[in-house]
């Protein structure tokens, strides 16, 4: 990767890290209108979930409904996501130039 190019990831990713960080305070509590409309027609817009998420609803369960909780929550899930990506570009590229052919 080019240092130009790695300026503008690491660029992505601070402003990434900068909206998670600000996310949990600039959200609004009230539902949003899929939300509300789902409230309106379901009994139940909730169901039982398929599998018990490792960060459900944005929130630590170690840390409650804080807004902390919440940025640390959100922070982790970039870091992850930015982790996961950086890891499929790098094995793209290891194909890309011919490393991973079994030729």
Same mark, same amino acid.
Do not use: H, Q
């Given at each position: 990767?080019?240092?130009?190019?790695?300026?503008?990831?690491?660029?992505?990713?601070?402003?990434?890290?900068? /909206?998670?960080?600000?996310?949990?305070?600039?959200?609004?509590?009230?539902?949003?209108?899929?939300?509300?409309?789902?409230?309106?027609?379901?009994?139940?817009?909730?169901?039982?979930?398929?599998?018990?998420?490792?960060?459900?609803?944005?929130? /630590?369960?170690?840390?409650?409904?804080?807004? /902390?909780?919440?940025?640390?929550?959100?922070?982790?899930?970039?870091?992850?996501?930015?982790?996961?990506?950086?890891?499929?570009?790098?094995?793209?590229?290891?194909?890309?130039?011919?490393?991973?052919?079994?030729?």
């Amino acid at each position: 990767m080019s240092p130009k190019n790695k300026k503008f990831v690491l660029g992505g990713l601070a402003i990434a890290l900068l /909206i998670a960080i600000l996310a949990p305070f600039l959200a609004s509590s009230n539902p949003d209108g899929l939300e509300s409309a789902a409230e309106k027609l379901a009994p139940n817009p909730e169901p039982e979930p398929m599998f018990e998420a490792p960060l459900p609803d944005y929130l /630590i369960p170690a840390l409650g409904e804080s807004p /902390i909780g919440g940025v640390v929550s959100i922070v982790l899930g970039t870091l992850i996501a930015f982790l996961a990506m950086v890891g499929l570009a790098t094995v793209a590229g290891w194909f890309k130039s011919g490393n991973g052919s079994s030729n």
